[in-house]
């Protein structure tokens, strides 16, 4: 599988959507690339570094749970992250 860094690969929007357009999947911040995602169909998970922001999530990442959120004690994504991702694959 290849990794795409977004903020690397690209120089306008047109190399963004073409790069999202050939993606199997991405993992974005809460930013274009996710909600390009959702707009082209690709399936995505969505880091969130505060707090989940309801009215912006996608559909896709609200209905299969497709996000991780931090834990207000540890600062960090919620434990079951990896769980969150590998069920999008089964």
Not at 2 to 15: H, S
Not at 45 to 61: G, H, S, V
Not at 67 to 77: A, C, E, L, M
């Amino acid at each position: 599988m290849r990794v795409a860094r977004f903020n690397k690969e690209y120089k306008n929007f047109e190399e963004l959507v073409l790069l999202i357009k050939n993606a199997e999947f991405i993992i974005s911040a809460d930013s274009l690339p996710a909600h390009l995602a959702q707009y082209i169909g690709i399936p995505h998970f969505i880091c969130y570094t505060k707090k989940l922001n309801k009215e912006w999530i996608t559909p896709f990442a609200r209905e299969l749970t497709s996000y991780s959120i931090p834990d207000k004690k540890t600062k960090r994504n919620n434990a079951n992250e990896s769980e969150n991702i590998t069920h999008l694959f089964s």
